[in-house]
């Protein structure tokens, strides 16, 4: 089942300091101030903060969720398809990309919910 905008909203918004703005006119959002996820355009892809030296593992096993294009090949990102992803991959890859850039407190706050 694909999934939604409305989805990644409330996935990423359940993360503390997540805040949702607009990136490129499209949804975004921010931990600290620094992007994290954004709808790219209206192709269903999302930008997803990863580091780039594990992204083309990433692609190479899940190369019908995961790909990066030229533009992108330089940043710590890559497009995720939400009509290919599965809700653990989705959830998964939300909460790696907020790691990235949360405060250490900010990590162990949503570690110590249990």
């Known amino acids: 089942m694909p999934a939604s905008l409305q989805r990644v909203r409330e996935l990423a918004l359940a993360l503390p ?3 949702e703005g607009v990136c490129f006119g499209t949804p975004a959002f921010y931990c ?3 992007l994290m996820l954004r709808l790219r ?3 269903g892809l999302l930008v997803v903060k990863y580091p780039r030296e594990q992204r ?3 692609i190479a096993g899940q190369p019908d969720v995961f790909s990066v294009t030229e533009h992108y090949l330089n ?3 890559v497009l995720l398809d939400l009509a290919a ?3 653990p991959t ?3 890859m939300i909460e790696g990309a907020w ?3 949360a405060s250490r407190k900010q990590q162990a706050a949503w570690d110590a919910r249990g």
Do not use: A, H, T
Request: some cysteine; aromatic content about 4%; hydrophobic content about 25%.
């Open 99 to 101: 790691r990235m850039l």
């Open 90 to 92: 989705l959830r998964r």
């Open 85 to 87: 992803v599965d809700e």
């Open 75 to 77: 940043y710590p990102c």
């Open 17 to 19: 300091g997540v805040e």
């Open 56 to 58: 083309e593992d990433l």
């Open 32 to 34: 600290r101030r620094k």
């Open 41 to 43: 355009d209206e192709d």
